[in-house]
């Protein structure tokens, strides 16, 4: 049995610690420059609730589980304090490659995201180049968030895999493309792993990669899966080895990726929480942000400053504690 989602508390009691901001992006990430979330202060802390617009109410429901989990019950002991952490390169030419990198610091390991809409397989194949160029020694991972389709992942995985790819994350949207994927790759001998993220995320049964045999390794986030424990749980169950990463989150949605990737029994991998890199400001004055390519375990308190410059308008405002409420009533009816 999944461990439950924690117990939701009053949403008067949310409301009264609530504040909606938007951030501005440096670069273009999902299709967007601006960067909303809403942050709650519970007793325990700060959490996070920022499922993207066009997510569902059910789906959000897990989101806010998380967020609740951070600010009113707190994490698991950690068992490390120093989590590595990879650099993320958006869908940007190749010339802004150099540009993007340089905010990270050292780079270990860099995610780069592949089969945007829009651009070809030769926009990816110039972006990887400029990232191995840059990075002759790292790590380097693609996602591609299930933008082929089997017979184009298989000829852009077979193809890309020139540079040296440490895994591929969610090359096709369905677990049995996984399969086919992945059992395509071994069958012509092309060294590529297979990562599972928004088939574990998104997924209403998300073991189901696990028993298909469509992954090497899994994509685990704290928000979409209903907070820490509850990805614990998902990671024990599946066992397979796991990446922490995170939902495009400003520094307190980070302390909860950080508090995951510090519990879990292994970490062989960099984690994709180096995102707040991304932003052109946070909500703290210290954001959790790599250092010689980790990040070591702190917590994050909002600062007020930056809570009222980066308020969004009245009307998102509106938007987001309206959905907070529809959200809050489908969880605490569970």
């Not at 012509?188 to 189901?208: F, H, N």
């Not at 990805?231 to 302390?255: C, E, K, N, W």
């Not at 007020?304 to 529809?326: I, N």
């Amino acid at each position: 049995m999944p461990t439950p989602l924690p117990t939701v508390p009053p949403f008067e009691e949310l409301l009264a610690g609530a504040h909606v901001v938007s951030l501005p992006m440096r670069v273009k990430f999902r299709g967007i420059m601006e960067r909303e979330s809403l942050l709650l202060h519970g007793p325990a802390g700060w959490g996070e609730f920022c499922p993207f617009p066009e997510y569902g109410d059910a789906e959000a429901s897990r989101w806010l589980a998380a967020a609740v989990e951070a600010g009113w019950h707190g994490f698991p002991a950690p068992l490390r304090s120093v989590i590595p952490v990879n650099a993320t390169v958006p869908a940007v030419p190749a010339d802004r490659v150099p540009d993007v990198l340089a905010r990270f610091g050292r780079v270990d390991a860099v995610k780069v995201k592949v089969a945007e809409q829009g651009q070809t397989l030769d926009d990816d194949a110039a972006r990887l180049a400029a990232v191995r160029s840059a990075l002759p020694d790292a790590a380097v991972r693609v996602d591609a968030n299930g933008g082929w389709d089997v017979p184009a992942a298989v000829e852009a995985l077979t193809r890309l895999a020139a540079v040296g790819l440490e895994y591929a994350e969610q090359p096709v949207p369905t677990v049995e493309g996984l399969a086919q994927v992945r059992r395509a790759l071994r069958e012509a001998g092309t060294p590529v792993l297979i990562a599972a993220d928004e088939s574990v995320r998104k997924e209403s049964d998300p073991l189901r990669v696990a028993r298909a045999g469509a992954a090497d390794l899994i994509v685990v986030k704290v928000a979409p899966l209903g907070g820490v424990r509850r990805a614990l749980d998902i990671v024990a169950q599946a066992g397979l080895p796991a990446v922490v990463s995170s939902a495009l989150d400003t520094s307190v949605g980070i302390r909860a990726g950080l508090a995951l990737a510090a519990a879990l029994p292994d970490l062989p991998y960099a984690c994709g929480l180096g995102t707040v890199s991304l932003f052109e400001s946070d909500i703290t004055r210290d954001p959790l942000v790599a250092d010689d390519g980790a990040i070591r375990l702190r917590d994050v308190a909002a600062d007020a400053g930056l809570l009222e410059r980066y308020a969004a308008s009245a009307e998102r405002r509106d938007w987001w504690l309206d959905r907070l409420r529809r959200v809050h009533a489908l969880l605490a009816a569970h």
